[in-house]
């Protein structure tokens, strides 16, 4: 089983979304927290955030593996972490360390929500003085506009096709050789960036099968 900390949200999700049953060969084990939205999670001061119920959910997951629906939880990684036994990832950006022991900074791209919060000092301890490219789908971007506003419906080629342009810019030198999905509703496009781009990509799902084997659907990886 997985457990999964999820932010109080309501658009679709779609199968490769880490809040989607179809993405696991194992049950998903989802504790909602009315508490936090994306707008409270994804800001350059998420200390403020009261995180009790967070923390009751922890105390109640079951899973095998304990996870969350957003890379921006990684502010809050050590302290859930001991409040657990179950190994617990908030993110992908968790995987950072490891991978820059495989290439260069300036050889490996972080692609996330929102880029200005991710590089404001409260998370700066997860980047680690990392001096790659970090880029963000941006303000005006349909998944963005469809996550930021819990839109009821979910246009998957619109957003793929998106993902891909954006993509193609960050790649246009030639110096990427891996890319890095912070946010956890990006897996789903990873197959058509793999056909497209001759690049590794990494994401929350990959770290998790790199933890625990067997509990993400080969298809998504």
Same mark, same amino acid.
């Given at each position: 089983?997985?457990? !999964? &900390?999820? =932010?109080?949200?309501?658009?679709?999700?779609? /199968?490769? @979304?880490?809040?989607?049953?179809? +993405?696991?060969? %194992? $049950?998903?084990?989802?504790?909602?927290?009315?508490?936090?939205?994306?707008?409270?999670?994804?800001?350059?001061?998420?200390?403020?955030?009261?995180?009790?119920?967070?923390?009751?959910?922890?105390?109640?997951?079951?899973?095998?593996?304990?996870?969350?629906?957003?890379?921006?939880?990684?502010?809050?990684?050590?302290?859930?972490?001991?409040?657990?036994?179950?190994?617990?990832?908030?993110?992908? !950006? &968790?995987? =950072?360390?490891?991978?820059?022991?495989?290439? /260069?900074? @300036?050889?490996?791209?972080?692609? +996330?929500?929102? %880029? $200005?919060?991710?590089?404001?000092?409260?998370?700066?301890?997860?980047?680690?003085?990392?001096?790659?490219?970090?880029?963000?789908?941006?303000?005006?971007?349909?998944?963005?506009?469809?996550?930021?506003?819990?839109?009821?419906?979910?246009?998957?080629?619109?957003?793929?096709?998106?993902?891909?342009?954006?993509?193609?810019?960050?790649?246009?030198?030639?110096?990427?050789?891996?890319?890095?999905?912070?946010?956890?509703?990006?897996?789903?496009?990873?197959?058509?960036?793999?056909?497209?781009?001759?690049?590794?990509?990494?994401?929350?799902?990959?770290?998790?099968?790199?933890?625990?084997?067997?509990?993400?659907?080969?298809?998504?990886?």
């Amino acid at each position: 089983m997985v457990s !999964l &900390l999820q =932010l109080n949200t309501s658009f679709p999700r779609i /199968a490769g @979304d880490i809040a989607s049953p179809y +993405t696991w060969c %194992a $049950d998903l084990d989802i504790h909602v927290v009315p508490e936090l939205s994306v707008a409270r999670v994804i800001n350059a001061d998420p200390g403020a955030a009261n995180i009790t119920a967070v923390e009751a959910a922890v105390d109640k997951a079951q899973g095998d593996i304990l996870t969350t629906s957003c890379g921006f939880l990684c502010y809050w990684q050590d302290r859930l972490e001991a409040r657990t036994a179950t190994t617990f990832v908030s993110s992908a !950006l &968790l995987a =950072l360390p490891s991978l820059r022991q495989m290439f /260069a900074d @300036d050889e490996l791209a972080i692609l +996330t929500f929102n %880029a $200005d919060v991710l590089g404001s000092p409260a998370f700066a301890p997860s980047l680690d003085g990392f001096g790659g490219p970090i880029v963000d789908l941006g303000e005006e971007s349909y998944l963005r506009q469809v996550i930021s506003n819990n839109l009821p419906a979910l246009d998957r080629q619109r957003a793929e096709d998106e993902i891909v342009r954006l993509v193609d810019g960050m790649c246009a030198d030639g110096k990427v050789k891996a890319l890095l999905l912070e946010c956890t509703n990006l897996p789903p496009y990873k197959q058509a960036l793999k056909a497209k781009f001759d690049i590794e990509i990494f994401d929350i799902l990959t770290l998790i099968d790199s933890i625990k084997s067997n509990l993400v659907d080969p298809e998504y990886l």
